[in-house]
């Protein structure tokens, strides 16, 4: 008997190499705690960045996003009134390659994990033994 468990998550999901502006986790709190407002809402603050105005920047929920491509990384607007923004701690992965996941494989007398590769569609992949 194989079984193949995922255990990561898509690449977007983490920050990744860069400054995060394709970060499309769901980390919804600051660096600090504080939970993020959402994009579309006015209270505590009235955003510059709105689903609307930018709706290719992934501006959905409170989540944090990189919508002005900051150097420091993903942000958001905090529901703190006397804070506006805060930037996000977002885990790198050390699966960095386009399309990578994390797996575990179990066997009857092998376990082991891979970082696997496909390809933009698929339907091929490449397995990289975790170091």
Avoid at 11 to 37: F, M, N, V, W
Avoid at 60 to 80: I, L, M, V
């Amino acid at each position: 008997m194989i079984c193949i468990l995922c255990l990561g998550i898509p690449l977007e999901q983490y920050l990744g190499e860069g400054i995060g502006t394709d970060y499309r986790g769901t980390e919804a709190k600051t660096q600090r705690g504080i939970p993020c407002q959402k994009w579309a809402e006015k209270i505590p603050h009235k955003p510059n960045y709105t689903p609307e105005k930018h709706p290719n920047a992934g501006l959905e929920e409170n989540y944090c996003r990189n919508p002005d491509a900051d150097e420091n990384g993903p942000w958001c607007y905090t529901t703190d009134p006397a804070m506006r923004f805060d930037y996000c701690a977002i885990p790198e992965s050390a699966c960095r390659q386009p399309h990578c996941y994390t797996w575990l494989l179990l066997t009857p007398k092998f376990l082991s994990m891979f970082n696997v590769q496909l390809s933009r569609e698929g339907s091929e992949g490449e397995l990289l033994p975790q170091s």
